[in-house]
């Protein structure tokens, strides 16, 4: 938790919010994706200063329990002095003990945002899901709880000015507002209704104009001219080398021969970052084995 202390900008994680969208994908199923079409509403994690502490922030819990349908799941919630934002001890269950910093006591608004991650990690844990460290699993905890449909509030909760700062979770706000737009293109939802954060809105454009690049990549059809240029030049020297070239960070395509047939490109799908595999012979429609979205390419 940044509590009046400098925010980190930009998209350092950008990899690893990635590879966690795509790993959702393969734990959940696209079925299970669905089934979180509508985030968590404001209105079922309001906490107003005159509402009782421990029972707010109880009811809170619930309400987030009840959004990642874990009915078994009880949260027992409790306040103490601590450095980090929250935390949770990950037990068999079904009770989990979650303590928040004693800073909420006087910032309720932010309560939902603390427990929205926590209830995430409960919810990870019981589904299997982790990543190998540390750093990276809690990436991926933000990630799942933004796409997922209740990380919103921890964006929500970013505020800065010339005075102080503070900012929830371990993704920069930038990356917040590029998993929300992942899913609000994903399921035509608009979050950014539901911000009280001037700094978050400016985040979320930000995440939004990175997430909308996404989809203007070659090989599809909707990428630009200057990338359609680049890709065709790079086409050219795969095909007389009959491999791909040196890999470039800055294109997300790599070709490559398929055995004695014909040449193939890979690149990763703009919904969950699968990669797909097609083969280089013009227009191709590509559905992707993991999302199922369909793309229009021009190899």
Known sequence: MANGGPVEHGF??????????????????????????????????????????????????RELVRHYRLPDARLIVGFRAMTHAANV???????????????????????GAALAHEVTHVYLHRLGLSFPTTRENEILTDTAATYLGAGWLLLDAFREDGASS???????????????????????????????????????????????????????????????RRYAHDRRQAQERRAGPPASPDVPYRFAPDGHGPLKVSFPCPTCRQRIRVPVRGRVRARCGLCRTVLECDT
């Open 12 to 61: 350092p994680h950008l990899e690893t919010v990635r590879e966690a969208i795509t790993a959702l994908y393969r734990r959940l199923t696209l079925d299970t994706v669905r089934t979180f079409s509508t985030s968590v509403v404001p209105a079922d994690v309001a906490f107003c200063d005159t509402d009782d502490l421990h029972l707010g922030a109880q009811r809170v819990a």
């Open 89 to 111: 001890e990950l037990t068999a269950g079904p009770e989990y003990f979650v303590e928040l910093n004693d800073r909420f006591r006087t910032h309720r608004r932010d309560i």
């Open 166 to 228: 503070q900012k929830l979770g371990y993704l920069t706000p930038e990356e917040f507002g590029y998993v929300l737009a992942k899913r609000s293109l994903f399921f035509g939802e608009d979050p950014s209704v539901w911000f009280t954060s001037a700094q978050a809105y400016t985040a979320y454009g930000k995440g939004l104009a990175l997430a909308r690049r996404d989809g203007r990549q070659p090989p599809l059809t909707a990428a630009g001219w200057a990338g359609r």
